[in-house]
């Protein structure tokens, strides 16, 4: 046995070792690869203050929202629409969260219809300290905005901190929303 | 029943596959006749139940039955038959019936040709391959069956997904997986040698015809889909360097560097180590273009629909069998002598210089692909890799490997004498420049350096291909009948030219097509005229049509030039009935030298509708190159020279089994 | 499976076919279709903003008349989308430092695959001298023959 292993030395094994090294590289990263959503884009609004903007807001159109409104605190903005399936099924989750005073949540809705956006909130309730209407979309690019829904963390600085993309499920609030609120708001302005 | 007779069939075939792999591989590890005897009907039993399963899956799409789960998502009453059909693999889950199909096939073909090799051999080659067998009807059952019933069973079925009601689409899968996992036999014998300790040239004479067929077949798959995006797709391109696309390249370009190198380990009993290293590559990638296109990995426009559960599976089987082939290589590799040497200036050189530039390619290929999920694995911001850049990189690379097309022919096994070589190569590549130089201008009467280059470099490959053919034919002798010397010449050597040819002409076609198409995009009014690139188009109307399963809008484009009518294109949006989603159908019409077409937009007023309009020079020389190569590889395939040998083998292998009778006796 | 449909539906949209033809003067025409043949459509699962007919991809492109018919460059629009969408809009990935593998490597591939066929040529020239000797060979020839028992 030994002089087997001496003899594979002696023949320089090494580089037929190569290609199993390689390909057990390859696979650990497809391996990582599985767990994860190609979908998800991130952003690189991240580390950045939130984008300048002025908007109507929706519950009263000659008011404006803007950029401003989001200094001083840790709050949400989640991106919606009445059109959204999807935005739907996150609309409890969003509405415990303001129940329990967990956050601010504002909303951007985005690409919508103003009276059915409103009778979205009075069907399935209101979360929303305030919504900001971005009837074109314009907004919605300066924040990246990609597909609905979308929510971004942004810290008492004005700095987004966080983006999630997709339905916002109780599972996130838990695991990555809170921890993320509780930290944001021990640090000082 | 039906659907359940199929479930049970594809489990009995699952049995027969343990069988087919483990007790041939025991029996020729052990010498046990009786034990590798058994490969044979297991491969032949295995395919037939696997025949019957898929034939029931056909027969629950062709009556309709939506009870199926798989059926109802992917047929409906209203597709025509013919669809029905092709539907079965329309989707993953019977998809994956076609792959284990196929591979009964090729695993059949293989019991039918090896009568002449020695039965350890044919033991393990079927062994091999009756694992690849197990894994994916493994897969096929536990996580994609196709037979799943649904209840209560829905009254109507959800159709196939437009997309794929195209002629083009029905023949394409078939050949790509044939492709695919044709690969799989060139894998098995490759495996059977390292496990068998005999790694000699005559493996490699045995291999070749195999992956030869594979890598045609894997060819015009490849070719077939190109052409389908360009009718179906209405952007009016041919290659978009999507993941998926790539997943089925990467396998291509692997094939042509072991149809290449086979020759040389064939003739010359050298670089082995390499060619057995290549035919494990070539099948492990069309495995990992099974992982990327079924995992969800990557974001690709052909993807199926995912589940994690299936990339995983196939994970593990990828690391399971290419991680095994690869230790196996490890560990017998350093043993195999490879005995021919050869000079610098040499064939042998020639083929391992297009091994290196095709292997490069490959790589380059794969790291492209993946490059977003390794920037996602390692938590860094996302980026995409597309055609601009797989363009830019993989062009570099192909002017060389073109360069080295035209010269291998002419160069001899061992060595060349440098001044007898270079005085032909000369030659061609004066003729390849004076068309390099003046094709553009004619077609399109300007140029640039880059144009030039490529024209020239093709030109020069085609150059080289005429010319050693005529070489071959000897046209300038007298004497013998020309049409004689004409059938004289190998298939090899034909099927060589034909592919070299293949090649010129796809880079022709590509240079041309990318360096002079023209594009217009505008509103046509009804009675419109717009103009392009020395044609008219004039816009006559829209109406409507009704097909079996759909509707569509039919827009009337007539094409002058000179003020001479050229073409009636009729452009279609297809709105089908139960998905409801648009569909293009572009209105072509293919010439040899241009393409002019046309594809129908958004209807903006009652007479107004979008419409895009392209000029594309040479664009069909692309799918003639190709198919041209597919012909060479066919031709290649049927040389006397595999036929003679099999001839000579099974006298041969007749003996061999005598003096072993006569030994057991003793 | 819901969240499959869903996607499957979105994809399909994404292949409505052609996009409205865009008014765009037609000095920037060769610039603007060659600038949306870079840009990625993020709603759509592989295509360039010029070929996806998804809503964001109409807004992108109206976005990109805009600014062409402001003047920007197109770095200027390259940029912009850049700082929204992160390099992942650009089918021509930048080059960073976490990109050099891909810009490189085909370059550093090659040399290295160069490197080593030279080296295999040189060992292939001197003829006989990479042939086992007799010892080796039976040393080679009783191993393998052990192996396969």
């Known amino acids: 046995m030994s002089s087997r292993l001496r003899l594979f030395r002696d023949v320089g094994m090494s580089k037929y070792l190569l290609p199993v090294i390689l390909f057990f590289i390859l696979t650990s990263f497809l391996f990582v690869g599985l767990y994860r959503d190609p979908t998800e884009v991130s952003s690189p609004l991240v580390g950045k203050p939130v984008p300048q903007f002025s908007l109507p807001r929706l519950d009263n159109s000659e008011a404006l929202f803007s950029e401003r409104e989001f200094l001083g605190k840790v709050s949400l903005l989640n991106v919606w629409a009445s059109w959204c399936v999807a935005c739907l099924e996150e609309h409890p989750v969003l509405s415990e969260l303001a129940n329990r005073n967990a956050i601010i949540i504002y909303g951007l809705n985005y690409k919508d219809d103003v009276t059915k956006a409103h009778q979205y909130l009075v069907e399935h309730g209101n979360p929303y300290l305030a919504n900001a209407v971005d009837a074109f979309g314009r907004v919605g690019i300066e924040w990246g905005v990609y597909g609905v829904p979308e929510t971004f963390v942004v810290d008492k600085k004005g700095v987004i901190r966080y983006k999630h993309i997709g339905v916002v499920t109780q599972q996130d609030v838990e695991e990555k929303l809170l921890p993320l609120i509780g930290q944001l708001q021990s640090e000082v302005l | 029943m039906i659907p359940e007779i199929g479930h049970f069939a594809l489990i009995i075939a699952l049995c027969l596959a343990f069988v087919q792999t483990l007790v041939p591989l025991l029996g020729a590890q052990t010498h046990t006749v009786q034990w590798m005897a058994v490969a044979k009907p297991a491969a032949r039993g295995q395919l037939l139940f696997i025949a019957i399963s898929y034939a029931c899956l056909t027969y629950s799409f062709i009556i309709d039955d939506f009870s199926v789960l798989y059926v109802a998502n992917n047929s409906n009453t209203a597709l025509p038959l013919h669809y029905k059909v092709s539907a079965v693999w329309g989707a993953h889950e019977g998809s994956l019936l076609l792959w284990v199909l196929m591979l009964g096939i090729w695993t059949v073909a293989v019991t039918v040709f090896s009568a002449s090799l020695p039965r350890d051999m044919v033991a393990r080659v079927l062994g091999v391959m009756g694992f690849v067998s197990i894994g994916f009807l493994l897969f096929t059952l536990l996580t994609s069956n196709p037979f799943e019933r649904i209840f209560p069973s829905p009254v109507e079925g959800r159709d196939l997904n437009p997309l794929l009601q195209d002629p083009g689409l029905v023949i394409h899968p078939p050949m790509l997986y044939m492709g695919y996992v044709g690969f799989s036999v060139a894998f098995a014998f490759a495996i059977a040698a390292l496990l068998g300790g005999k790694l000699d040239s005559i493996w490699a004479r045995w291999s070749r015809p195999w992956v030869i067929s594979a890598w045609v077949s894997l060819t015009i798959g490849i070719t077939l889909g190109s052409w389908w995006a360009y009718h179906e797709l209405g952007w009016g391109g041919w290659w978009f360097w999507d993941p998926v696309e790539n997943a089925s390249f990467m396998p291509w370009l692997v094939g042509t560097a072991l149809v290449h190198s086979l020759a040389v380990t064939d003739k010359r009993s050298s670089l082995k180590n390499w060619t057995v290293l290549l035919a494990i590559l070539a099948f492990s990638l069309s495995l990992l273009g099974t992982f990327l296109v079924r995992s969800g990995v990557l974001v690709s426009v052909h993807a199926f629909a995912t589940d994690p559960a299936r990339g995983l599976y196939i994970l593990i089987f990828l690391a399971v069998v290419v991680g095994g082939s690869l230790i196996l290589y490890a560990i017998r590799a350093p043993y195999i002598k490879s005995s021919g040497q050869f000079e610098i200036f040499s064939r042998e050189t020639a083929l391992l210089i297009n091994n290196v530039l095709l292997l490069v390619a490959t790589l380059t290929i794969l790291v492209g692909t993946l490059y977003p999920l390794f920037v996602s694995a390692l938590n860094l911001p996302s980026l995409s890799v597309g055609k601009p850049y797989f363009d830019l990189v993989f062009s570099a690379l192909t002017l060389p490997l073109v360069l080295v097309v035209g010269i291998g022919p002419f160069m001899r096994w061992k060595s060349t004498p440098i001044n007898q070589v270079s005085k032909r190569l000369f030659k061609i590549a004066a003729i390849g420049l004076a068309i390099g130089l003046v094709l553009p201008v004619m077609v399109a009467g300007r140029s640039t350096i880059l144009v030039t280059l490529g024209a020239a470099l093709g030109a020069w490959s085609i150059a080289s291909a005429v010319y050693y053919l005529s070489k071959n034919i000897r046209l300038t002798e007298h004497g013998t009948h020309i049409l004689h010397r004409i059938r004289k010449i190998p298939h090899a050597i034909w099927g060589m030219s034909v592919a070299h040819l293949g090649v010129g002409v796809f880079v022709l076609g590509v240079t041309f097509v990318s360096a002079f198409e023209q594009v217009r995009e505008l509103p046509m009014q009804v009675g419109q005229e717009a103009e392009l690139s020395g044609y008219l188009f004039r816009f006559d109307g829209v109406r409507d049509v009704q097909g079996p399963n759909y509707f569509s809008k039919q827009a009337s484009v007539r094409v002058f030039k000179n003020g001479e009518p050229v073409a009636l294109l009729l452009p279609e949006k297809r709105t089908y009935l139960v998905q409801q989603n648009p569909m293009t159908e572009a209105g072509i019409d293919s010439g040899f030298l241009r393409d002019v077409y046309v594809a129908l937009g958004e209807q903006i007023d009652d007479w107004t509708w979008g419409m895009r309009l392209y000029y594309k020079p040479f664009v069909q020389w692309i799918w003639l190159g190709a198919m041209l190569m597919a012909v060479g590889g066919v031709l290649a395939a049927s040389d006397r020279r595999y036929r003679l040998k099999l001839k000579r083998r099974r006298k041969a292998a007749a003996q061999d089994f005598h003096e072993q009778q006569v030994t057991a006796v003793s | ?149």
């Not at chain 3, 399909?12 to 025409?29: I, K």
Request: glycine share 2%.
């Open chain 3, 1 to 149: 499976m819901r969240k499959a449909s869903c996607l499957i539906a979105v994809f399909l949209l994404c292949f409505a076919a052609l996009a409205q033809p865009d008014a765009v003067a037609p000095e920037h025409e060769k610039r603007y279709y060659s600038l949306l043949d870079e840009l990625r459509c993020l709603v759509c699962q592989n295509q360039t903003i010029a070929e996806s007919d998804a809503d964001l991809a109409k807004d992108l492109r109206a976005e990109v008349r805009k600014m062409l018919q402001a003047g920007a460059t197109d770095s200027e629009i390259t940029e912009f989308m850049v700082s929204r969408y992160g390099d992942f809009v650009l089918y021509r990935p930048p080059v960073k430092p976490r990109t050099w593998l891909l810009w490189f490597g085909p370059l550093i591939f090659l040399v290295i695959a160069l490197m080593v066929l030279s080296r295999l040529l040189r060992k292939q020239k001197k003829a006989g001298s990479t042939a086992l000797t007799e010892d080796e060979q039976a040393k080679v020839d009783s191993i393998l023959s052990r192996t396969e028992e």
